[in-house]
């Protein structure tokens, strides 16, 4: 219930900023599976810090060692324990921190909760542990790709430059060739720009991460409260500082009329599973043209390309000093040493995906149990 | 999994738009609370359908029957049925859908998942079903009351016309004045002007939906995955016709610096527990200041109002004719002889509440487990 | 958690004894099934009151209505709500209870644990309620049926009067033929004659019923926590009065050593899953002459016939004056006027195969999920 | 759902016998308990093998690793996640296993469920696995002891060997202190000596537990599915080798009548709660002389001791030669080569009562949560 996400494949985690380690253990995993671990690893390098000039300089190897699960070369359908060693901690940084809370951050949300809290880089409520997620979306995506469902995320905004929001004006590939993860050449160097001068500045900004689901057959999502979308929502929202979540025409949607964004289905296109479900797709996405449902109609997704907006406010952290209070209330100033993102967009990408391929395989497993 | 919704308090939903009835079971309702049989049928009628010029004609009494659970005026902490028949249904109104997929509707992709559907208004897709989640919204209420949490919904758009996002500049006790639920009496008459207007076009049209929760205690949410907000918008996107969920500043956050957001405790405001309840929510108010986290951090309430926004998008179901296809892909053209609403939005208010309560009051008693 | 009972195929119960009804929610019911309802019927039939003259004398026609989840004689995958009306209450007998603690009774610990209670025939502790579980059972038997997994329970034992361990010396039909359920015919009336007599001496007589599952295919169990055994151990223990479960050699094992339990595979028997389900099965219990594992090794069902045992407590509620205490620690008597039976296991027959029912499907269902 | 164990306090598992290591995360640990590092490596050391003459002389240190959840010597609410290395693995010890099924195992089950396993040492199977259940039992443990809840099993019955059934008469802290773990000296002596015998002769034998548990206060267990009972007999069943499970006067009370075996309340016993819980279990065990009902009535305990019996197989691997079938079922012969205590009882009383500290902290934390 608490530190563990899904239903059939489910990922449990443990871990704070400065322990031992940070981990956990993917239950559910099918069996059979190849075991890629060039490729775990290299969804890991993705999210690791010090990866670029516009990330942390906290610089870890952040190898992840799979301690269970596996029999040569192959998952065996037991769960996948796996740690990543904390190595480059400098606990030191946040002695000053013991007796501060700092601004937005959950310093003082944890001490009232629990009573006590590990102060050390934000101890649990760090970034750091979302490690455990690249590893279960990882492990997520080796089970999804002889399917072919592929999931890509990408950077749509920073501050107030963003990308055109359809996603089908670029070739994200493109995305992974540039600091940012953003599609656009120029825009991503007018975002790199910006966020070098807010880091300059001692200052941290927000931005909007896409993804797109493609290749997700036809009946996934449970269509009462666990709607696909709602699912995603909540992997999402889940993900350390997302304000707010959309899919399809999202909060854009609210100013139009009916008959401007209902997807109409063209003649000869859905004849019910005949069709292998790769042709099946392909019709769907010929005969509806469009797709302001963002791929799930009634919580269950429809054959199109699933795709959501997630925004993710400026990093609380300032790289500056600022005003606030102790644990007695009394009036100090907070200057934070520890490293920092003054952007947290271009390393929530795979995050962003990782979780996504998570309910993903959690729904197609789960889809298998609908018939007999 | 699927039709269940929380951990410590549980709703769990049955029922099609025009089976024998709709209803559900609550589990983990706390034993001792009395029972408030006309609360819970106001709440009821909040959603009901024909209870305004603005709204479908399906006139139902929707009266809720508690089979189990109470005894004597009281809960008994042992689980509570109800039912709530369907007495209105004009299910031959319906008959020419059997052979269609309506637009932007669940009837493909429930056609495709299960291999059989209930054409008949929608059968479990049809928003009639929110009805057994107004049931447990109503006793979750009942639980909160005497603990001073009030959760109060409004419309805060529909189409182009919104009204401004600060909550606090609002009465919004005034939102249950008018038939619109908007707390401005003056931008209600427009809405209201304005669905009357996509109606007699035989059009739809979609809005956003506030939240404002006050009197939340610190510490409720599950800070990895379950994070409150997370919990809130999973709730929230699993409501018919949303599209997207954001809380505090929401999307807007992506384009402010982090000094513009943060916000930031005044001295002489957070003494640990040693205080009652409603005087440290009192004291946090007053000492910090701004609320762009809107009242959660690190997915944990931190004493201040919890607010948040739901965008639902126009409903399907146009009142004029559409073109679309049937089960053979054919062409043909669907004239919906339903009753249904030109908006959502305002019978969306109650639900709204009802979902935010149900999880509040699940985090709440999930919360007295966190310490011995 | 608290109402629920199984992972895929669940059922959620509600009702008390004297409520308005019992009922409950069977949710993750595949799709496509043919819905038998006298075949429902039938299996509340077989746990009703009033049946022979060693049952309860509470006389109640128990007609199951189902509210949802059905379209045309087919079940949708969507929830089945279902209740059954409590019409024949006899609510003032229990008038005198409403102060008394019965002993060996739920009275007391429900007092302590809710501090509120609903005295009326032990409320929701009354046996009343497995009602629920026959509905549950009779649908995973309706989803069982096209698979040839059969499920059989009958009454190896009433006191001291027990038949051969060895359900193989017995036409387990035959079980049905009489009223105590017992499979041989002899041992049956004596069974009856020693229920009659302990019923005239205002007592009451414990019992054990087997239960043997029959066509369960190799792989169902996971074999950590929720060995299939431990899921039936729970199911059974789960029934009102059960004070014991065993399976396989169960007790009688631990005097025994290895070489005398093992069961040893003859060649030939065991080629992968190259063969059919039935083919496959017959092989292995050609080839594994003994069964002491019951039928599971490893928490995995290993194709041959699964059987176990489980241990009735006599009735607590004796027909005649006992001595006990009421609310405030005084003595009092208790003379029980509600209409009990001298001896559960004839009419707990059915719900411990319904109970072993749900568990079986549910782990299907799940073990489909096992591979990709 | 298949690793984990638990509702609010929870157990996940991992590894296998000879992979890199065995571990877990126990989630829902309350916070600000003092961490007792050395009573945890006790727990441990009670289970591991090579401890005496009578186990198996894999020999292991076993010291486990806590990576997260605590901090300063006090837990914090957060995963407690954790390793114990394999370190004495013998994996070419097993290499002839790797084509055969062992008769009365796990292999061929594990086999045909997920098509391909780890056959050193029976992979996760093996009872090695249970090492991470003694780390969870151990924190359990720790949290009940300011609660004065004490849980205390032994070894009472080993092949025909068996002291007498009343926990009552023997002083349960000398379980200890032989290597049966028998409170009864002289039948302690006489089981070693069985059990000496039977491994001498290359064979094995089975046993029983008895686990008491004192000081456990009148309200836990969920009274419908998940009776206290019900999820102890779950957690037993779930052990390795286990047969069989009743509590109270268990099997035998099926030859008794209700007026032999109801539990009589006398009089100025049971005011209710308006004693401390200390005086309240102890009137209650005053005044309630009998305990037939092993202290849970209705599936909620009672305020008197709980105690249950757990039945043991014999070890499945013998060390001797046993004929057998391989992969294409073909004879051969089995000679295990590997490590096996010759009786599994002396090393299981630990994880019995394990197992019962972690249902017993889950359903007092879950308790909380009853009223408001």
Redesign the interface.
């Known amino acids: 219930?608490?530190?563990?996400?899904g239903?059939?494949f489910?990922l449990?985690?443990?871990?704070?900023s400065h322990?031992?380690?940070?981990?956990?253990?993917v239950?559910?995993m099918?069996?059979?599976?190849d075991l890629d671990m060039d490729f775990i690893q290299h969804e890991l390098d993705r999210r690791k810090p010090g990866q670029s000039r516009i990330t942390t300089q906290r610089n870890e190897a952040d190898r992840v060692?799979?301690?269970?699960?596996v029999?040569e070369g192959?998952?065996?359908?037991?769960?996948?324990?796996f740690?990543v060693k904390n190595t480059n901690q400098h606990s030191n940084d946040y002695d000053n921190m013991r007796q501060l809370?700092r601004?937005?951050?959950?310093d003082?949300?944890?001490?009232?909760?629990?009573?006590?809290?590990?102060h050390r880089g934000g101890?649990?409520?760090s970034a750091r542990?979302t490690i455990s997620r690249c590893v279960g979306g990882a492990l997520a995506k080796l089970?999804l790709r002889?399917?072919g469902i592929s999931i890509q995320a990408y950077v749509s905004?920073?501050?107030?430059i963003a990308i055109d929001r359809d996603y089908r004006r670029y070739d994200l590939a493109k995305a992974e060739d540039n600091i940012v993860r953003c599609p656009d050449p120029a825009k991503a160097k007018e975002m790199e720009e910006l966020i070098m001068k807010?880091k300059a500045e001692g200052?941290?900004?927000?931005?909007?991460v896409t993804c797109v689901i493609k290749g997700c057959p036809?009946?996934l999502?449970?269509?009462?409260?666990?709607?696909l979308?709602?699912?995603l929502?909540?992997?999402m929202?889940?993900i350390n500082a997302v304000?707010?979540?959309?899919?399809?025409?999202?909060?854009d949607?609210?100013?139009?009329?009916?008959?401007?964004?209902?997807?109409?289905?063209?003649?000869?296109?859905?004849?019910?599973?005949s069709d292998t479900n790769a042709k099946q797709l392909e019709k769907h996405a010929a005969?509806t043209p469009t797709n302001?449902?963002?791929g799930?109609?009634?919580?269950?997704?429809?054959g199109q390309d699933i795709y959501f907006r997630v925004?993710?406010?400026?990093?609380?952290?300032?790289l500056?000093p600022?005003?606030?209070?102790d644990?007695?209330?009394?009036?100090t100033t907070i200057d934070a040493r520890g490293r920092h993102d003054p952007c947290v967009t271009p390393r929530a990408v795979p995050i962003v995906e990782d979780m996504a391929a998570m309910v993903i395989l959690d729904n197609w497993?789960?889809?298998?149990?609908?018939?007999?």
Do not use: C, W
């Not at 192959?74 to 324990?81: D, H, L, Q, S």
């Not at 949607?253 to 009916?258: L, S």
């Open positions: 219930m608490r530190n563990v996400f239903n059939i489910t449990t985690t443990f871990g704070e322990g031992e380690a940070v981990g956990g253990v239950d559910g099918p069996a059979g599976i060692q799979l301690l269970s699960g029999f192959k998952t065996t359908g037991t769960p996948i324990g740690v809370f601004p937005s951050h959950a003082y949300t944890y001490y009232n909760k629990y009573g006590v809290r590990d101890g649990r409520s542990v089970a002889p399917l905004q920073v501050g107030n807010v200052d941290t900004i927000g931005g909007v036809v009946g999502g449970e269509p009462e409260f666990d709607k979308h709602a699912q929502g909540a992997a929202l889940g304000k707010g979540f959309e899919y399809g025409d999202g909060f949607i609210v100013e139009h009329r009916g008959s401007e964004v209902n997807d109409i289905f063209l003649p000869e296109s859905h004849q019910q599973d005969n302001h449902s963002g799930i109609q009634g919580g269950i997704s429809n925004a993710f406010k400026p990093v609380a952290t300032l500056r600022q005003p606030t209070i644990l007695n209330g009394n009036a497993l789960l889809n298998k149990t609908v018939r007999m």
